[in-house]
Nanobody, 117 residues
Framework: QVQLVESGGGLVQPGGSLRLSCLAS????????VGWYRQVLGKSRQLVGT???????NYGTSVKDRFTVSRHNANNTVALEMNRLNPEDTAVYYC???????????WGQGTPVTVSS
């Protein structure tokens, strides 16, 4: 069982930047693709970005070229750098892990990000 704990959410002004971090425990980290999804109340969860153990990254179209996902296997973390934020990026951001063999998925509890002036 993998546990994921996010940190770094909060309020930021439009055009600003924010960094989220997620710490994973309870599994062999290198066997997982990890990353981030986000969800607005009343809407379905949306891909932000994921990264495999080999470093292959995959991004949602609305965040590509603004957000960067990175992983650090030495300390079992995955980070999300968010730049040029706009109000449409306001959501709860969830850390995500998927086992590369079994495809079992795990989620963090979510951290809210609000982009507003």
């Amino acid at each position: 069982q993998v546990q994921l704990v996010e940190s770094g959410g909060g309020l930021v002004q439009p055009g600003g930047s924010l960094r989220l971090s997620c710490l994973a425990s309870g599994g062999f980290y290198k066997l997982y693709t990890v990353g981030w999804y986000r969800q607005v109340l009343g809407k379905s969860r949306q891909l932000v970005g994921t990264i495999s153990n080999s470093g292959t990254a995959n991004y949602g179209t609305s965040v590509k070229d603004r957000f960067t996902v990175s992983r650090h296997n030495a300390n079992n973390t995955v980070a999300l750098e968010m730049n040029r934020l706009n109000p449409e990026d306001t959501a709860v951001y969830y850390c995500y892990a998927r086992h590369d063999i079994t495809a079992r998925q795990f989620w963090g509890q979510g951290t809210p990000v609000t982009v507003s002036s």
